[in-house]
């Protein structure tokens, strides 16, 4: 189950100090993933799916084949900023990353 607890723009900046990769854009967490390994990154969008999947978390993705670059943002719709979920979910593609790349 999600927790969708709200949080402040100061929870959200401490958390990113852990979070490898994310910023904050206006009411989202983005991260860019770059992956030059093409069976990487199949690898690595189905981690996203599977994630997605048992959270029931629906981030905003853009895969942009040329560059090999993913970009995934997260924000709560349903209360209008950033949660807990959104952190829990960029914590789980982090450790889905490393564990692709080894």
Request: hydrophobic share 35%; proline share 2%; glycine share 4%.
């Amino acid at each position: 189950m999600e927790n969708k607890t709200p949080l402040t723009k100061e929870e959200v900046l401490k958390a990113l100090e852990d979070l490898e990769g994310w910023q904050l854009e206006f009411k989202c967490i983005t991260r860019r993933f770059y992956i030059e390994d093409w069976a990487k990154i199949t690898a690595f969008l189905k981690e996203v799916a599977n994630a997605i999947e048992k959270t029931n978390h629906h981030p905003d993705i853009i895969f942009h084949t040329a560059t090999k670059t993913i970009t995934i943002s997260t924000t709560t719709h349903s209360h209008g900023g950033i949660t807990q979920a959104d952190i829990d979910l960029a914590k789980t593609l982090n450790q889905s990353l490393e564990k692709i790349l080894g």
